[in-house]
């Protein structure tokens, strides 16, 4: 897949961004740095990061890696500090402190590089509605400076792949819940990004559209070797796809590995099993608040 116009290696060209991550890893911490360069490259390099909110710590120094190629899952109960991190990996959101790099990439130094490397679903719905798919489209082509014969070409791709193509000429506000999710979903994906980080993709979507999606994603990151980072806390639906998770609660990493191996090491059924024994309690109690209840039903009416 060309990818002309990325510049995802920075101002500075590959030697730039050798020398960069070499510098990184220097100082980076031992045990972080020895657990981090396991077999493949990583694409996502998180060291220590933290979000305060105030005197609240949302994100408490969380470091991880993420292998290129990889299906990984974010998981965590409501406020965990998903949506905190996706927004500080992505450049959306300043950390209190701690580094991220994406493909190598130091946000802090080139914000606008690094935003071109990925592709951000976000957990609230962030379509105009009332611009048709095709426009929504456009109009995202425009702000990442995808040239026109080009931009035209991939909406027309994408939009045929998330079956929107029909209703290309349809406004936003006439499609069903799924609909907008699958155009949020190409159109993220519009510029070719390394990374595809989803919030919540699926979230109040029906069960048949929820593994539409997933097969989908599954699929591009199989064909184009796109990196997935996602967040749910639909736990069976990250043991099915998930090559790898970290489990986040109040801010910090409880638990990482594969499915599986988060399974053995808690001698568990299923990887909500595992999440329950290792955290001391359910996902859903915290699900069940009113308050949750009350943000996804308005989620919902916005979709
Ligand atoms: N701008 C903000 N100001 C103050 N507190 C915030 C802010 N943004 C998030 N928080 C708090 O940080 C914590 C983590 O929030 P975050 O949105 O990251 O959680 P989450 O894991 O994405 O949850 P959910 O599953 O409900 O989406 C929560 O307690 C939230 O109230
Ligand atoms: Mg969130």
Known sequence: MSRPYAGRHGLGGRGEKRRRRERWLAQAPRDFVLKGTATAKPIIEVENLTKKFGPFTAVDGISFTVEKGRIFGFLGPNGAGKTTSIKMLTTLLDPTSGRVLLDGNDPAADQAGVRRTFGIVFQDPSLDDELTAREN?????????????????RTEELLKVVEL???????????????KRRLEIARGLLHHPLILFLDEPTVGLDPQTRNHIWNYIKDLNRREGITVFFTTHYMEEAERVADR?????????????????????????SLEDAFIRLTGHSMRDEDASSVDSMRRIKRMWRR
């Open 245 to 269: 998770v970290i489990i986040l609660d109040h801010g910090r990493i409880v638990a990482q590995g594969t499915p599986l191996a988060l399974k053995r090491k808690a001698r568990a059924r």
């Open 165 to 179: 193509w029909d209703r290309r000429d349809s406004l936003v506000k006439q499609f069903s819940g799924g609909m």
């Open 137 to 153: 489209m456009e109009f995202h082509g425009v702000l990442y400076k995808v040239p026109a014969g080009l931009r035209r070409k």
